[in-house]
Nanobody, 127 residues
Framework: QVQLVESGGGSVQSGGSLRLSCAAS????????LGWFRQAPGKEREGVAA???????NYAASVEGRFTISLDNAKNTLYLQMNSLKPESTAMYYC?????????????????????WGQGTHVTVSS
């Protein structure tokens, strides 16, 4: 059974940094898409950053240059380094995984593509 467990959320002041982790277990995939999504109260879930087997990445325009997604295959752990955080980054952050690889990297941020989801970790950024 595939399990995704996020950690690393918390409260930080505007301009600060956090690193989210997503520990994955229960699978060995030769092809995959892995992503970070977030949902703020009253808003729809949105894609933040994602990566696939081929190393292709995609970032939401709002986080480009400030957030970095990375994968440690040896630890089966996905990371999201978040720098220069803004109050509008406040949200529940979710890790997601799927065994498919899209034909275009822009599809990596489409949440409907992902089958496996973690429970989320909350990030609060104060001004």
């Amino acid at each position: 059974q595939v399990q995704l467990v996020e950690s690393g959320g918390g409260s930080v002041q505007s301009g600060g940094s956090l690193r989210l982790s997503c520990a994955a277990s229960g699978y060995t995939w030769s092809r995959y898409s892995l992503g970070w999504f977030r949902q703020a109260p009253g808003k729809e879930r949105e894609g933040v950053a994602a990566i696939d087997t081929n190393g292709h990445t995609n970032y939401a325009a709002s986080v480009e240059g400030r957030f970095t997604i990375s994968l440690d295959n040896a630890k089966n752990t996905l990371y999201l380094q978040m720098n220069s955080l803004k109050p509008e980054s406040t949200a529940m952050y979710y890790c997601a995984a799927d065994t498919s690889v899209p034909w275009s990297s822009w599809l990596l941020l489409r949440s409907s593509r992902y089958y496996y989801w973690g429970q989320g970790t909350h990030v609060t950024v104060s001004s």
